[in-house]
């Protein structure tokens, strides 16, 4: 059918015709008069130009594509070994490249706890001193400590380094500043309310945060004349991140356990006195994770628990064979 087409469009032309029609008239041995000569089929032209223009473009793109392919074959195989591509190529790759799951590091997720859970007052413990429910509520209220917990040490065996019948509470405060001005603040409250005198290790008071930075100013100027600087992490004492309260020994509860007196021939060190023992630890929120008190103190009261529990087994297993014993 193309081939149909293609030869009437070349008999549409007169001087075609006659070309065509004395072809086969030589062939088969007949003689035609000559025509006179007319000017070419435009059409034939300019049908003939376009394929030439189409075939020219033809073989130019095809010889780009080779070169380029040459040029690329030419690159991959001369490229130096640990050569990379360009930058927005790597981008584009890594974009579509997804990461392998072992290479997949997750933050820690912290999620953000309403002011009412951060300043909930913690349990008071059994047979709790009288004094303790108002502390409480002014480190929480008026000085604005976070996360308190109360750590009821009482009945450890043996006693903490701090003393005997000691009640300890933790809070977290919310910058230097703020645990600087909240221990400060809490002292001075319990002098002028309860009449008593608490100590604070590790409290800068007022002038003396002023004094330490002079020296520290002063430290760094002669350092920069000499030619060097102060890198160091040594502790300059400007910022400890932990105050320890120690309020003194308070009254205990009226309901609390009477303790055996102290023997006439009793020798050592010191007396006993009655009591509780009150202890605040303010730190801020680095330290607090730092030193992690509550793993400490929680584990030590766990441990006490379970040897009383055992305490208390071996003594009911010992009534019981003396019940034993009596029947025999």
């Known amino acids: ?33 000559p025509v006179p000569r007319q000017r070419a089929c435009r059409k034939s032209a300019s049908f ?5 223009q189409l075939s020219t473009t033809s073989t130019i793109y095809s010889e780009l594509e080779q070169h380029h392919e040459g040029e690329e074959e030419k690159r991959v195989l001369y490229q130096p070994f640990g050569a990379t591509d360009s930058p927005q190529e790597e981008l584009k790759q890594s974009e579509n490249t997804p990461l392998p799951w072992y290479l997949q590091v ?31 509520e002014h480190v929480s209220t008026d000085l604005g400590m976070d996360d308190l917990l109360l750590f009821d040490l009482r009945k450890l065996d043996p006693p903490p380094a701090l003393g005997a ?38 409290l800068l008071g007022r002038n003396e945060l002023k004094l330490k930075m002079r020296r520290k100013a002063r430290r760094t100027k002669l350092l920069s004349n000499v030619g060097s600087s102060d890198k160091s992490d040594m502790d300059d004492g400007i910022r400890t991140g932990w105050v320890c309260v120690n309020v003194g020994i308070i009254d205990d509860a009226e309901e609390a356990v009477e303790k055996p ?17 009150l202890v605040i630890q303010m730190m801020t929120e680095q330290k607090r994770e730092e030193l992690d008190l509550e793993a400490l103190w929680g584990g030590a009261i766990a441990r006490q628990e379970r040897k009383e529990i055992r305490e208390a087994a071996k003594f009911e297993e010992s009534l019981v064979m003396k019940d034993e014993r009596g029947k025999e």
């Open 1 to 33: 059918m193309a081939a149909r087409s293609s030869v009437l469009s070349i008999t549409q032309c007169r001087v075609c015709r006659h070309n065509v029609l004395k072809t086969f008239a030589t062939i088969s041995g007949l003689t035609i008069q």
């Open 48 to 52: 003939q130009r376009s394929s030439c």
């Open 106 to 136: 997750q933050g820690p997720q912290r999620t953000e706890r309403s002011l009412s859970d951060r300043q909930r007052l913690p349990d008071l413990p059994t047979y709790p001193p009288p004094l303790l429910q108002p502390i409480l």
């Open 165 to 202: 019948n000691l009640v300890m509470i933790i809070g977290t405060a919310r910058s230097e500043k703020h645990l600087h001005v909240s221990a400060d603040r809490f002292c001075r409250w319990l002098r002028t309310e309860y009449k008593m005198t608490p100590y604070a290790d590790g």
């Open 261 to 277: 007196m102290q023997p006439d021939d009793f020798v050592g060190f010191g007396g006993q006195t009655g009591g509780v023992k």
